[in-house]
């Protein structure tokens, strides 16, 4: 059995950088607040809870006066900067470059069109801590679709008037494919649309690459955590072209059984899977 780590994968530039920025940190100071989780990635994250980072929630704010509160590449909204000033915490902005030029994109865009009555539309997972973070940029009155389904809903209901100037833009881990889908479907209704592909050219990029090295491989072992949204839309990808896919959180969930003695198994992994992760499990799979 052979067994290869696809190259491309391992966390992106966004999500390193706070891990980086994390653990410097804690070196020198011991003790440091993440505001919501750092990486959806619960091995990572008991790595780091293990160095001194703790994860508090927007209610802890009040009660950390004084403390350091890293925010996480993921980005936040306005709100979240007036309360970290009233609560009197400091704050180390890891919010990523790439999320921080959509934040202002998206602001600027909604300034020119709420005047005319005109919606934003984000394409993304409602709820999600990016996709937060861009709704707050528009006081939170961007549209946020979620998909396909999602998006016919909202038209018949008049959720989305297509009367009006409309922009799109995408959260940054969301299938390119599926927003050029999306795209298309909501200018096919609105000749005006004003769209933007805002998928970070990592996650685009990702996609090609991992498409390709899922459809080498006869066994695919995709390592992420729950919780990672990009992960679920990688994972389907290399399922798309895979069917021997699985997805784990670490080694010792993969299933028994499932390997035969010629194949050649591909380790990969979301945005949010750090490198360490993958080549635990491609060691693990070379013992078996
Ligand atoms: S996926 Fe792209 S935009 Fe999102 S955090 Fe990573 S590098 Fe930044």
Not at 124 to 129: D, E, L, Q, S
Not at 148 to 163: C, F, N, Q, T, Y
Request: glycine letters at 8%; proline letters at 3%.
């Amino acid at each position: 059995m052979r067994v290869l780590t696809d190259e491309h994968s391992g966390c992106c530039n966004g999500v390193g950088r706070a891990i980086s920025v994390a653990e410097n940190y804690l070196k020198e100071h011991g003790t440091l607040y993440s505001l919501g989780a750092i990486v959806h990635n619960d091995a990572e994250i008991r790595r780091l809870a293990g160095l001194g980072l703790r994860t508090a929630g927007y209610d802890d704010l009040p009660s950390l006066r004084g403390s350091t509160v890293l925010i996480r590449a993921h980005g936040e909204p306005p709100s979240t900067y007036k309360l970290a000033e009233r609560s009197g915490v400091r704050l180390i902005d890891c919010t990523c470059p790439v999320v921080l030029a959509l934040q202002k994109k998206i602001a600027a865009k909604y300034a020119g069109l709420s005047s005319a009555g005109g919606t934003v539309i984000i394409f993304g997972k409602r709820g999600h801590a990016e996709v937060n973070g861009l709704v707050g940029q528009t006081d939170g009155r961007a549209v946020v679709v979620e998909n396909m389904a999602d998006l016919e809903d909202k038209l018949s209901s008049r959720v989305i008037d297509v009367s009006r100037p409309l922009a799109l833009f995408s959260q940054t881990t969301k299938d390119p494919e599926e927003f050029v889908a999306l795209a298309a479907r909501l200018r096919e209704e609105c000749p005006s649309l004003e769209v933007y592909d805002t998928v970070c050219r990592h996650v685009s990029s990702r996609h090609r690459a991992l498409r390709e090295f899922a459809a080498s491989c006869s066994v695919i072992i995709f390592v992420c955590g729950r919780e990672s949204s990009n992960g679920k839309v990688l994972f389907d990808l290399c399922r798309s072209v895979n069917p021997r896919s699985y997805k784990v959180e670490s080694a010792d969930e993969i299933p028994d059984g499932i390997f035969r003695p010629d194949d050649t198994v591909g380790i990969c992994g979301a945005t949010s899977t750090i490198r360490w992760q993958l080549d635990k499990v491609a060691e693990a799979v070379s013992k078996l």
